[in-house]
């Protein structure tokens, strides 16, 4: 009974980050730093996600159908979805030469990437492979450095230093 009693209780899943165990062999304390994941980034860039499509296990548009896990407003996790697809809109690139507007895929899983709609983001952006139907996607990494930008001023700092690129000033509004 007290079995049963603790799988109804909400739990804390923290994100598992390979490179970051310091129990396994391979273990690299840097592999997270901004100069590593820059190198293994496909594309590093700022852009604002302008719109949010998710997707069902079969890997097609599916509408949100609340309710979800632990009365979230969004997929977490156990809800019938593969992930979220988020498209966007590229206002400057420091890796790479991506198109205009890019999709990321966010899969759903209680480590998902979360982007919000008309925020703006520094991004490190990778190619991972996911299982059926979803496939090949480009992806950003819940352990990295990725964030808002507003938030991101000591990687932005990082990554001129880094790749000796200027980063543009904020426009004022």
């Known amino acids: 009974m007290i079995f049963g009693v603790c799988l109804l209780l909400p739990t804390v899943a923290a994100a598992y980050c390979p490179g970051s165990d310091s129990t396994r ?5 840097d592999y997270y730093s901004v ?4 190198a293994r980034a496909r594309y590093v860039l700022i852009g604002k996600v302008v719109r949010e499509i998710w997707l069902g296990e079969d890997g097609k548009p599916k509408r949100l159908e ?3 896990q632990f009365g979230e407003p969004r997929p977490w996790g156990f809800d019938p ?3 979220a697809v988020y498209e966007v809109e590229i206002a400057r690139a420091f890796k790479g030469h991506p198109a205009s507007r890019i999709r990321l895929f966010s899969e759903n899983s209680t480590a998902r990437f979360w ?3 008309g925020s703006t983001y520094l991004l490190f952006v990778t ?3 996911f299982d059926a139907p979803i496939g090949t996607r480009l992806t950003i990494d819940t352990c990295g450095n990725s964030g808002l930008v507003e938030k991101s001023t000591a990687t932005l700092n990082i990554l001129v ?3 000796n690129v200027h980063v ?3 426009r004022e509004e």
């Open 25 to 29: 062999p391979a273990y690299d304390p």
């Open 35 to 38: 100069p590593k994941e820059l």
């Open 66 to 68: 609340p309710p979800f």
């Open 81 to 83: 979805y593969a992930g």
């Open 115 to 117: 982007l919000d709609i």
């Open 127 to 129: 190619e991972e492979k």
């Open 161 to 163: 230093k880094t790749k």
């Open 168 to 170: 543009p000033r904020a």
